[in-house]
């Protein structure tokens, strides 16, 4: 990340200070980039996805309350099946209540149970495997939830769950696109669950800590639950919050990222949501509009891309659904992020930046035969993102 100069970062002191938060001079600040110093990012972050109110004098009592919430969610959804699993067994007539691991009515809690299982499997591999370029998500938390490791407890673990668990993974992985490979050749590994290592007892890895995040939204949303994609979007945000230069913060990074992803699920669920493709909402209209758009500011290389039928779900469902997670190293997703979530029109800076991603490859793609640009495209060559950014700024104001 560049430096920033210490004039800038008074700027963001001085907006912050204030004890109403002027979001429209914030927005301005935030749209070219936020330093990490002193915790500016994360609590930027926090105020343009809408978890912290405007007014300061109100942040206290809400963090309390939703952590409190949070610690909540933990108890009745991981706590609490943990413990029922623990104590089965201890006496015999535990298998003559009619809630046993057999019963066939929908309602029973064993049902639920399997049920969860099927997608904590699925994010359970999702969550292992990300980022695997960076030791990060391997390495142990500063602040593992000690309401889950206390040893005195007997119950188990979500990691435990998955071990014990011998429902096989029969669940086809609920992947959202069906043309286009999710994983990009930036971060393709080959891992199995050996090749990590088994952190000591009392400890947990940050991975975990998104499995749970993942888990507790799923548990909470059954409408769209667990859908593959969305552990590169809480990823992120995680890494930003848990890497908090201020500890009172940082120590909070579970309940705060599980907030703020959910804000920001809530407005791009949609595009996770296979029977909305088609709607205006939906993930085919946003893949159409970066299309219209670049036909609009560079109709030759639109007409080419069309000759060749190259569509957009080829590439841009990935670069849409996934806020561009999976193009570029964390760093950089992080800086891109910034402008997006600064951006008052959410999300409509986002085509503009698929545009200038689009047009910044145009010689190479004029020259290319389908082969050739499909992999450009899949595999995106450029990587400095200030340059990208650079030219989606200009798509905007030339419009």
Not at 42 to 54: D, F, G, R, S, V
Not at 250 to 271: S, W, Y
């Amino acid at each position: 990340a560049r430096g920033f100069a210490p004039l800038r970062i008074a700027d963001f002191q001085e907006v912050l200070g204030e004890p109403t938060v002027a979001l429209t001079k914030l927005r301005e600040l935030c749209f070219s980039g936020i330093p990490f110093d002193g915790g500016l990012r994360c609590l930027c972050w926090k105020i343009l996805l809408n978890y912290l109110p405007l007014e300061k004098a109100l942040w206290s009592s809400l963090l309390k309350k939703q952590r409190d919430l949070y610690s909540q969610f933990l108890k009745e959804m991981i706590i609490q099946p943990g413990i029922a699993k623990a104590n089965l067994g201890v006496s015999r007539e535990d298998v003559t209540l009619e809630d046993h691991p057999l019963n066939p009515n929908p309602d029973s809690r064993w049902n639920t149970y399997f049920k969860d299982n099927e997608v904590l499997l699925q994010i359970d591999k999702d969550v292992r495997r990300l980022y695997p370029d960076m030791a990060f998500f391997q390495r142990p938390t500063d602040y593992p939830c000690l309401l889950i490791l206390d040893p005195q407890n007997e119950f188990e673990t979500l990691r435990r769950r998955v071990e014990q668990t011998t429902l096989k993974s029969q669940t086809v992985a609920r992947n959202r696109s069906g043309v286009t490979n999710v994983s990009s050749p930036l971060k393709s590994t080959s891992s199995s669950l050996s090749e990590y290592e088994v952190l000591p007892n009392g400890c947990e890895a940050h991975w975990e800590v998104v499995e749970r995040i993942l888990f507790i939204y799923a548990k909470l949303n059954p409408g769209i639950a667990y859908v593959q994609g969305m552990n590169e979007i809480v990823g992120p945000l995680y890494y930003t919050f848990a890497t908090d230069p201020n500890s009172e913060w940082k120590e909070h990074a579970e309940a705060d990222t599980f907030f703020c992803f959910t804000n920001l699920m809530a407005e791009i669920r949609d595009n996770f949501i296979k029977s909305l493709d088609d709607s205006q909402c939906g993930i085919t209209y946003k893949m159409e509009k970066v299309y219209s758009t670049l036909k609009e500011k560079d109709v030759e290389l639109y007409l080419k891309l069309q000759e060749q039928n190259i569509k957009p779900q080829f590439f841009a469902f990935r670069w849409l659904t996934l806020l561009l997670s999976q193009e570029f190293l964390l760093p950089d997703v992080i800086r891109i992020w910034d402008s997006l979530f600064a951006d008052d029109k959410r999300f409509d800076f986002l085509l503009l930046v698929c545009c200038a991603m689009l047009t910044l490859i145009r010689d190479q793609l004029l020259e290319g035969d389908f082969t050739l640009n499909m992999r450009l495209l899949q595999d995106y060559p450029i990587s400095d993102v200030h340059l990208i950014l650079k030219k989606a700024k200009e798509l905007q104001d030339s419009k």
